[in-house]
């Protein structure tokens, strides 16, 4: 028989070889590009059990329609069937593309950029279509955030987030600090996927935040995390006739429900020659308790020579949160990027038979359950501009059947004033129901 020193000297070499095959493995794989295909689903119903006059004028506002001033109408469809494909040029290269079919007949670009990682001082850096670094719940994933719809705020002031420009990505060691700045064009080029005209709207961005409390004993059952935004843009509120590029100069969203036109909307503002934006977010995580907050202020300053400018102009807003696990999860926290993570329930939704012909005897596991409670807040109004102001309350309840699928739930009231008259109104309140099955792979 071998002696025991004999055993483990056979273990370390086989171990030695099993290393050193894997090594030539990656590094033959490291000289091919690689793919990973990914994708999610969301099909939502909303339902418009009640609202004032006022929001049916917001929701269909052109006089010379059928349908003008009618109601909203409830709705089934496929909010995001995303597919995205991407993997490593190399060791130091990235890529990847993303699209969105959830309009069959067109096509919208997400995600669509080239990459670069572990540069020095700048760390990743990625040119083409992504993400701006401004509002915490727009980088959070749409897979992973509570509620169904953003809040009013972010997307009023960082409309569909993603546009064409070079950003980088870094932070400490520790994690402690995460920090992201680019330069983007203003221009949405998400249906077309290109930017015409010689008016180059342009806007810098830049976020950082830190997480000095992060207790690694529980796994991240409890953290703190703060940021700090801002942007800087230079739209065109001076565009000529036969010009390409529109006014990007403009901020509107929908009420926190998908609806047909958003109903709070400033219009291009004629004479927009600068705006910056700065944003404050905090989360504070508790074991199961979560209290997320976000502030956002815009200033703009407008020409003298346009026609129809008028004075400078400021516009506000933001949310706070509080969530509740039922079943005593918690939501995870990725330092590295200043976000939100998934959500992994302690056991995973099922009903199975533990026996065939056994009578009732099956068996099942509930997955995870989730509590939330939001209030909302936007200002679009000012000095000559009506956008409108709109408060809202969302409860929302989030089902998780398993880390990669759940469904969400949520009632949101909502109260619209200071708008512009559309049929003579200004205000306007309205009571609306939403659910959504979400997947990812």
Same mark, same amino acid.
């Given at each position: *028989?071998?002696?025991?020193?004999?055993?483990?000297? +056979?273990?370390?070499?086989?171990?030695?070889?099993?290393?050193?095959?894997?090594?030539?493995? !990656?590094?033959?794989?490291?000289?091919?590009?690689?793919? !990973?295909?990914?994708?999610?689903?969301?099909?939502?119903?909303?339902?418009?059990?009640?609202?004032?006059?006022?929001?049916?004028?917001? %929701?269909?506002?052109?006089?010379?329609?059928?349908?003008?001033?009618?109601?909203? %109408?409830?709705?089934?469809?496929?909010?995001?069937?995303?597919?995205?494909?991407?993997?490593?040029?190399?060791?130091? *290269? *990235?890529?990847?593309?993303?699209?969105?079919?959830?309009?069959?007949?067109?096509?919208?670009?997400?995600?669509?950029?080239?990459?670069?990682?572990?540069?020095?001082?700048?760390?990743?850096?990625?040119?083409?279509?992504?993400?701006?670094?401004?509002?915490?719940?727009?980088?959070?994933?749409?897979?992973? $955030?509570?509620?169904?719809?953003?809040?009013?705020? =972010?997307?009023?002031?960082? %409309?569909?987030?993603?546009?064409?420009?070079?950003?980088?990505? $870094?932070?400490?060691?520790?994690? =402690?600090? /995460?920090?992201?700045?680019?330069?983007?064009?203003?221009?949405?080029?998400?249906?077309?996927?290109?930017?015409?005209?010689?008016?180059?709207?342009?806007?810098?961005?830049?976020?950082?935040?830190?997480?000095?409390?992060?207790? %690694?004993?529980?796994?991240?059952?409890?953290?703190?995390?703060?940021?700090?935004?801002?942007?800087?843009?230079?739209?065109?509120?001076? =565009?000529?006739?036969?010009?390409?590029?529109?006014?990007?100069?403009?901020?509107?969203?929908?009420?926190?429900?998908?609806?047909?036109?958003?109903?709070?909307?400033?219009?291009?503002?004629?004479?927009? /020659?600068?705006?910056?934006?700065?944003?404050?977010?905090?989360?504070?995580?508790?074991?199961?308790?979560?209290?997320?907050?976000?502030?956002?202020?815009?200033?703009?300053?407008?020409?003298? =020579?346009?026609?129809?400018?008028?004075?400078?102009?400021?516009?506000?807003?933001?949310?706070?949160?509080?969530?509740?696990?039922?079943?005593?999860?918690?939501?995870? +926290?990725?330092?590295?990027?200043?976000?939100?993570?998934?959500?992994?329930?302690?056991?995973?939704?099922?009903?199975?038979?533990?026996?065939?012909?056994?009578?009732?005897?099956?068996?099942?596991?509930?997955?995870?359950?989730?509590?939330?409670?939001?209030?909302? +807040?936007?200002?679009?109004?000012?000095?000559?501009?009506?956008?409108?102001?709109?408060?809202?309350?969302?409860?929302?309840?989030?089902? +998780?059947?398993?880390?990669?699928?759940?469904?969400?739930?949520?009632?949101?009231?909502?109260?619209?004033? !200071?708008?512009?008259?559309?049929?003579?109104?200004?205000?306007?309140?309205?009571?609306?129901?939403?659910?959504?099955?979400?997947?990812?792979?």
């Amino acid at each position: *028989m071998r002696s025991v020193q004999q055993r483990l000297s +056979y273990i370390e070499r086989m171990l030695g070889e099993q290393t050193q095959a894997e090594e030539k493995i !990656k590094a033959a794989a490291a000289g091919q590009p690689s793919l !990973k295909i990914n994708g999610r689903i969301h099909l939502d119903y909303w339902n418009f059990s009640e609202n004032t006059a006022g929001i049916g004028f917001f %929701e269909h506002p052109d006089a010379m329609a059928s349908n003008y001033g009618t109601d909203p %109408e409830d709705r089934i469809f496929f909010r995001r069937i995303r597919l995205k494909f991407e993997g490593d040029l190399t060791t130091t *290269m *990235m890529y990847r593309m993303q699209f969105d079919i959830n309009t069959p007949a067109s096509a919208e670009m997400k995600d669509v950029y080239i990459g670069f990682r572990n540069l020095p001082i700048l760390g990743t850096v990625k040119i083409g279509n992504h993400k701006r670094p401004i509002g915490l719940d727009h980088l959070n994933s749409s897979r992973f $955030n509570l509620f169904i719809e953003r809040p009013l705020v =972010v997307e009023a002031f960082n %409309e569909d987030a993603r546009r064409i420009g070079v950003s980088a990505h $870094n932070h400490t060691d520790d994690m =402690v600090f /995460d920090w992201r700045y680019g330069l983007f064009v203003l221009e949405n080029p998400a249906a077309d996927g290109k930017i015409v005209g010689d008016s180059m709207q342009l806007s810098g961005n830049a976020r950082l935040s830190s997480s000095p409390w992060y207790d %690694e004993a529980t796994g991240g059952r409890g953290y703190f995390h703060w940021a700090i935004s801002g942007m800087l843009a230079r739209p065109d509120g001076n =565009v000529g006739l036969g010009e390409t590029n529109g006014n990007d100069g403009r901020f509107r969203t929908r009420g926190e429900l998908r609806s047909d036109f958003r109903w709070i909307d400033t219009g291009s503002i004629a004479g927009a /020659d600068w705006y910056e934006i700065m944003g404050l977010e905090t989360i504070l995580n508790l074991g199961r308790f979560q209290f997320v907050g976000e502030y956002q202020s815009a200033w703009m300053q407008r020409d003298d =020579v346009t026609a129809g400018t008028g004075p400078d102009l400021n516009f506000h807003g933001g949310y706070v949160y509080l969530a509740y696990m039922l079943t005593g999860e918690h939501v995870p +926290y990725k330092r590295s990027g200043g976000t939100i993570d998934r959500v992994k329930p302690f056991e995973n939704f099922f009903l199975v038979n533990r026996c065939n012909r056994c009578g009732n005897s099956g068996g099942g596991g509930w997955g995870a359950w989730q509590l939330a409670l939001r209030y909302s +807040y936007l200002d679009l109004t000012d000095n000559d501009i009506q956008g409108g102001v709109e408060d809202n309350i969302t409860l929302g309840l989030v089902w +998780y059947l398993n880390p990669y699928s759940s469904f969400q739930f949520n009632a949101v009231y909502g109260d619209i004033e !200071k708008h512009a008259p559309v049929g003579g109104f200004t205000d306007g309140h309205f009571t609306a129901i939403g659910t959504r099955l979400r997947v990812d792979f």
